[in-house]
C-alpha cells in the first residue's frame, strides 16, 4: 500500500465528508463516522441481522469491532502522514446489551501517545446516553523512517 501524504486527521476529516477510502469493515458492521477531531472521533453505529448470535442477540464482537474502530481512529488522527497503527491490546467491559436496529453513538478519545504507542477508550452510549460497553485501548505506531541527510 501506497502510503498517504495526508495526516491522520485529514484522512479522517475526508471520511466524514464523505470523502476518501472508507475502510471496507464499516459496510460490514454498519458504522460511520460522523465528527473528528485532534484526538477524538465519534461513529454512528446501527446493528442489523448480519451482528446476530445463536441467541439472537447482537454478538459481542459487534461492540468489540465498533470500540477497536473509534479507539484506534482516534490514535490515527494524532499520527503524521505516512504513520500507521496497529492494534496490541484491546479490554472490553459490555454493560448493556446492544439491539438490532438501535442507532449508537461510539466515542473514542486519546488518553496518551508517544513515539512508539497510543494509548486510548471508547465508549457505546444508547439514544438515551446510557453507557452500554466501554474499552481502553493500546496501539503501536509505525512511523516513516527519517529521510538521510547524506
Sequence with gaps: MKPSNSTGLELMQAF???G?????????????????????????ATPDARHLNPMGGVHGGYACTVLDSVT??????????????????????????????????AEGRVLNVSTRLGVS??????????????ATCTCLITRPAPASSG
Design 16 to 18: 466524514v465528508a464523505g
Design 20 to 44: 476518501g477510502r472508507i475502510a471496507s469493515i464499516s459496510e460490514t458492521m454498519a458504522m460511520r463516522p460522523v465528527e473528528v477531531t485532534r484526538g477524538a472521533v465519534v461513529f454512528e
Design 72 to 105: 484506534g481512529c482516534a490514535v490515527h488522527t494524532m499520527l503524521e502522514a505516512g504513520a500507521s497503527y496497529g492494534t496490541v491490546d484491546l479490554a472490553v467491559k459490555m454493560l448493556r446489551p446492544l439491539k438490532v436496529g438501535q442507532t449508537y453513538r
Design 121 to 134: 477508550e471508547g465508549s457505546i452510549l444508547d439514544a438515551d446516553g446510557k453507557l452500554v460497553a466501554h
